[in-house]
C-alpha cells in the first residue's frame, strides 16, 4: 500500500469515529427529541393528599397525610410547618428530601407522609418540595392515600 491510500484510510477512519461521537452525544430516549435521563431527579408539580380537620372553639387541629414518589427507597422524607400568626393564619408545609448513603435499588419508592398542625379552619395552607412550590391537591373520597 502506498503513503497516499494510507492515509486516505485514517482520515476516512477519524471522519467515521467523529459522525459515531456526534450521533451518540445527542441521543434521545425517544422520537419526541426527550433528552436521555442524565440523572437528574424530577419533581412532581402537586402531591394529592388528604385534609382532616377536628374543631375546638374555633380553632382546631389539621393533619394532612398523603405519599411522596421518591427515586429510591433509601432517600428520606422530611417535614416542617411554619404558622404565621396573621388572621386566617398563613400554613407552609415544607417537604425536603435527601438522597440515602451506600448502594441502593434504583426503584421509584412511595414515602408515607402525616403533617399537623394547630391553626383556624380557614388558615391557608401551602406548601413546598426542596424548596420549590408544590400545590396541595384535596381527595374528595379520602382513599387511596395509606401508609
Keep these: 500500500m502506498s503513503n497516499k491510500t494510507v492515509i486516505g484510510i485514517i482520515i476516512g477512519l477519524i471522519i467515521i469515529g467523529g459522525l459515531v461521537w456526534w450521533s451518540l452525544s445527542s441521543k434521545t430516549d425517544n422520537d419526541t427529541g426527550t433528552p436521555v435521563s442524565t440523572g437528574q431527579e424530577t419533581q412532581p408539580?402537586?402531591?394529592?393528599?388528604?385534609?382532616?380537620?377536628?374543631?375546638n372553639a374555633g380553632v382546631g387541629a389539621h393533619t394532612i397525610e398523603g405519599t411522596?414518589?421518591?427515586?429510591?427507597?433509601?432517600?428520606?422524607?422530611?417535614?416542617?410547618?411554619m404558622v404565621a400568626e396573621s388572621m386566617p393564619e398563613q400554613v407552609l408545609i415544607k417537604f425536603t428530601t435527601k438522597a440515602g448513603e451506600g448502594i441502593c435499588t434504583q426503584v421509584l419508592a412511595d414515602k408515607f407522609f402525616r403533617v399537623s398542625f394547630t391553626a383556624s379552619k380557614d388558615a391557608l395552607i401551602t406548601a413546598t418540595l426542596n424548596g420549590k412550590v408544590i400545590t396541595l391537591v384535596y381527595s374528595e373520597t379520602k382513599e387511596g392515600i395509606t401508609k
Design 45 to 55: 408539580q402537586s402531591i394529592t393528599v388528604n385534609h382532616y380537620f377536628q374543631e
Design 68 to 81: 411522596l414518589t421518591l427515586p429510591t427507597p433509601c432517600h428520606s422524607l422530611a417535614s416542617d410547618v
